[in-house]
C-alpha cells in the first residue's frame, strides 16, 4: 500500500469515525452537554417554568452568597458523603470478602444480599415508610414488644432524627452493590499469595490485613468514587420518605433544587443551584481521577 | 423458607468444618456476621411481601414480622384493577426503546472508537467519559426546557431522549473497552478477506462483544425501569405514567392502605426480579458495569 493510499484510507476512516459516532453525539450533546450551558444561561434570569424567562443578571447568585437553607442543604449533602463512606465502605467490603470465600452457605446466603438492588428508589422509600410506621410499623411494634416502648419514634417526622434515619436506608440499598465491586476484586486476587502465606504460617486474620486489604486497593478507590459523586444524585429516597422536611432537616443539594425549581417555581434560582451541583461534580470526579483514572475503572468484572 | 436456607447452613458449615478442621472456629466470626446481614438485606423484602398478602383488617391487628395470619391475593388483584397494566406497559414501551437504542447508537460508536484511532475519536471518547461526571440532576431543569420547545412534554417520547442520553456513556465505555481486547488479526484477517466495516461490525464485532452488550442490556435496563426523576419532571397525565411514578401517587391514593402499596411495590419490581432469577449472573455483573477493579 503506498503511503498517500494509506493516508486516503486514514482520512476516510477518520470520517467514518465521526460518521458512526454523530448519532450517540447528538442524544449526548443535546440531552447531556447543551444542558449545561442552557443552565449557566437561566441561573441570570427569573423564569416560573411557564411564560418568557426575563434576564436579571448576576441577581440570583448574589442571592445565593446570604441563602441559609441552600448553606444548609450544602452541608447535608457533604454530610451524606462522609456518613455513606464512613457506614458503607467497612461493612461491604467485609461483606465482598465474606462472599468471596469458596463455602457454599456463603453463596446461598449472597443470592439474598442482592435483592435491595432490584427495587426503585420509590419503592424502597415506601417499604421503610412502612416499616417505620409510628403506629404500625414492624419497628416501633418490635420495640414495644421487648419493653422499649421508650425508643419507639416517629422515625422520619423527628427533625433530629429523620436525617440519620434516611442514612440508614441509603446505606441498606447501596451496601450490595458496593459488596459487588469488593466480591469481585477479591476474586481477583491471586490465590498463590494466600498459599505462600499459609506455608510461611500466617492465620486468617494476617491474611485479611496483610494481603486482602492491600489487595483491595484499587476497588476502594473505586468503590469511594461512586459513593460520594453518588451522594450528589440522592433524591428520590429523600423526595419518598421526608420530602426534604421536617423543616429543612433533609432537604439535600439536588432535592433542594427540584424544590426551587419545580414546586417552588423559581426555576432561574433552582438553575444556579444546577450549577453548584454540576461543578460539586465535575470537580470531585477530577479529584478523584488524579488517584485513579477512568480507563482502569473500566475492566469488567473477571470473578463473578 | 428462611428456616430451611438456616438448617442448610448449618449442613454446609459442618460439612465445611469435617473437611477443613484447622479453620472450624474462624469460621463462627464470618458466619454471624452474615447471618447479621442476611436479616438486615433479606427481612424488608420479607416483610413488603408478606404484608403484600395481609388483608387490610388484619394489618392492623396482625404481628408485623410474623407470616400473614388469613394470606390473600386481594391486594394484588385491586392494584392490577386500576391502571396499573398501562403503567406497566408504558413503562416496558420507555425501557425497551430506551434499551435499544442506546445500544445501537453506543455499539456503532464504540466501534469507530475502538478501532479507528486518531486525534478525532479521541476526543468523542474523552467527550463521553465527561458524561460520567455529571450528577443527572443538575440537568433536568435544561431538560425541562428543550421538552416544552420540543413539544414532547407530557409524552413517553419525552421520557425515552434524556435516558439514552444518559445511558450513552458508561454503554460506551464498556463497549470500547471490550472491543479493543479483540486480537488485532481477527480484524486484519476480515481486512484482507475485503470486508467493509458494516460487515466487520456484523460477523465479528456483533458476536464477540456479546457479553459486554448483555451487561450493558440488563445494566441500562434497570436504569431506566426504576428511573424517577425524569417522569416526575416531563409528565404529568395518568396516561403516560410509568411505574415509579404510579407508586409514588399510589401512597397518595392509599394512604394508609398500606398492604396494596406494598402489593403496588412488589409488582412493579416483577420484570427485574424475573431477570435476577433467571440471570443472576448476568444482572450481578451488569450492575457493576464499568466499575469493577
Known sequence: MSASTRTAVSRRDGWIAVLWSLPALAFYLLFAIIPLFIAVYLSFTNWNGLSQPTWVGLQNWIALLSDSVTGNSLILTIEVMLISWIVQTPISLLLGVFMAGTQRYRAVLSVFYFLPLLFSAVAIGLTWVALLDPNFGLVNTLLKTIGLSALAKGWLGDPGLAFFVVMVIICWQ?????????????RQIPRELYEASTIDGAGRLQQFFFITLPQLKYTVITSTTLICTGSLTYFDLFWVTTGGGPGYATRVLPLHMYITAFPNQAVGYGSVLAVVLALFGVVLSFVFLRFTGFTRMSSQLEGL | MSADIVSQQIADTQHQNQRAPRRGW????????GIIWFLIAFFPVLYMFGTSLRPLSDYFT?????PPSHPTLENYSSVLASDFGLYFMNTVFVTVFSVLLIVIVSLLSAYAISRIRNRVTQFIFNLFLVGLAIPLQATIIPIYAITINLH???SLYALILPSVAFGIPLSVLVLVTYIRDIPRELFEAMLIDGAGHFRILRALVLPLSRPALT???????????????????????TNVRVLPLAL?????????NVPAIMAAVFLSATPIILLYIFGRRQLLSGLVAGFSK
Do not use: R
Open chain 1, 174 to 186: 447501596f451496601i450490595p452493590f458496593h459488596s459487588l465491586l469488593y466480591l469481585g476484586g477479591a
Open chain 2, 26 to 33: 474462624w469460621e463462627i466470626l464470618p458466619f454471624t456476621f
Open chain 2, 62 to 66: 396482625d404481628i408485623p414480622w410474623l
Open chain 2, 152 to 154: 414532547l412534554y407530557d
Open chain 2, 215 to 237: 451487561t450493558v442490556i440488563i445494566y441500562e435496563t434497570i436504569q431506566v425501569w426504576n428511573g424517577f426523576l425524569f417522569p416526575l419532571v416531563l409528565t404529568q397525565s
Open chain 2, 248 to 256: 409514588w401517587n399510589f401512597q397518595g391514593q392509599y394512604t394508609t
